[in-house]
T-cell receptor
Framework: ETGVTQSPTHLIKTRGQQVTLRCSSQ?????VSWYQQALGQGPQFIFQ???????GRGNFPPRFSGLQFPNYSSELNVNALELDDSALYLC????????????FGDGTRLSIL | QQQVKQSPQSLIVQKGGISIINCAYENTAFDYFPWYQQFPGKGPALLIAIRPDVSEKKEGRFTISFNKSAKQFSLHIMDSQPGDSATYFC????????????FGSGTQLTVLP
């Protein structure tokens, strides 16, 4: 069984640039959620994708957007990067349904200069 | 608004001792309470989870105690080992389309040999 994989592992960008992060869900999982984890804090929910559509969104501005593909993999796009966007971005996959556990990848460390 | 409060922020325990981490929540719609373990450079890994119709759940050395009336739950790690040294996060989710996880702020556990 293949776990959740994310790429790249590290990324350095400058303010104002755009970035795309990628996630391959665990085998069989049809739902992907993205979280932002600032240093020393718990992950914060960004949004979730199910059946290629956004299925819920946290308190993040529209410059955070995403996609889910037919194979359930997903992308997180962030436009107009700000210094505060520096964080670990985590992808979690699960089955859709009641209390289905979410399994996390090891994240992408994004640094904004 | 932080909806899940976690304490302590850090914890040092001797090998063989009991580690106890506490969480309190505000949202009475929460109905699923997982605990995650995170090592440096890794994503959170699901340890154990509980639903509010159960007051206690045990898996190996890990036990969740749940007090619905007090809106509190805790993680007990029995016979703590140096390999348990990590950051632990409690989380909660409510019934809904996305069932996003709301995380506590984390507890950094150090188990001394």
């Amino acid at each position: 069984e293949t776990g959740v994989t994310q790429s790249p592992t590290h990324l350095i960008k400058t303010r104002g640039q755009q970035v795309t992060l990628r996630c391959s869900s665990q085998s069989g999982h049809n739902t992907v959620s993205w979280y932002q984890q600032a240093l020393g804090q718990g992950p914060q929910f960004i949004f979730q994708y199910y059946r290629e559509e956004e299925n819920g969104r946290g308190n993040f501005p529209p410059r955070f957007s995403g996609l889910q593909f037919p194979n359930y993999s997903s992308e997180l796009n962030v436009n107009a990067l700000e210094l505060d966007d520096s964080a670990l971005y985590l992808c979690a996959s699960s089955y859709q349904g009641y209390n289905q556990p979410q399994h996390f990848g090891d994240g992408t460390r994004l640094s904004i200069l | 608004q932080q909806q899940v409060k976690q304490s302590p922020q850090s914890l040092i325990v001797q090998k063989g001792g009991i580690s106890i981490i506490n969480c309190a929540y505000e949202n009475t719609a929460f109905d699923y309470f997982p605990w995650y373990q995170q090592f440096p450079g890794k994503g959170p890994a699901l340890l154990i989870a509980i639903r509010p119709d159960v007051s206690e759940k045990k898996e190996g050395r890990f036990t969740i105690s749940f007090n619905k009336s007090a809106k509190q739950f805790s993680l007990h790690i029995m016979d703590s080992q140096p390999g348990d040294s990590a950051t632990y996060f409690c989380a909660a989710s409510a019934q809904g389309s996305a069932r996003q996880l709301t995380f506590g702020s984390g507890t950094q556990l150090t188990v001394l040999p």
